[in-house]
């Protein structure tokens, strides 16, 4: 096995304690996860006998990530507060609501500034994950760029 083997999730799962929402929204996470599983580098800080699960839950407004191994033996758990995304996702939400107002009634160079505007939270968003797991998970940009859309799809209500 190859480290891009190793060093990756091979499935992510949604605990109970997330909730379920609207019919779009579910499909949103499905997305989200589908993408997050087709490409990623993920490797918990000592410990190299990957591939891994993710298992993401809600614990009073923390978020937890537990990582286990293939055959489901426990390796790591991690809490992140939510309290320093709040703002991202907030932020994230409302860019999101005029790109999409934007596709449908402005010029070309008004969307592209929007979506550059957009791109520029999500990278904050996945730079700030990336922080706060800093020593804990290694993972690259792109990983990082797709945990944050799933914890903001995580928030979406729909």
């Not at 690259?140 to 944050?148: I, Q, Y």
């Amino acid at each position: 096995m190859t480290t891009a083997d190793t060093q990756r999730l091979s499935d992510v799962v949604l605990d109970e304690t997330i909730g379920r929402a609207t019919p779009d929204v579910e499909h949103e996470r499905a997305v989200a996860i589908f993408d997050l599983i087709e490409e990623n580098s993920f490797e918990p800080v000592g410990h190299d006998k990957g591939p891994y699960k993710l298992k993401l839950s809600l614990v009073d407004s923390k978020l937890v990530f537990s990582i286990s191994s293939q055959g489901d033996e426990a390796i790591a758990t991690h809490i992140l507060s939510l309290t320093p995304f709040r703002r991202i996702v907030k932020d994230y939400f409302m860019i999101c609501e005029s790109y999409y107002e934007a596709i449908r009634s402005s010029t070309p160079s008004q969307i592209e500034a929007i979506d550059m505007g957009r791109r520029g939270i999500h990278n904050e968003g996945s730079q700030t994950l990336m922080d706060r797991l800093e020593g804990k998970i290694k993972m690259d940009f792109d990983t990082a760029r797709r945990l944050f859309t799933l914890v903001c799809v995580l928030h979406w209500r729909g």
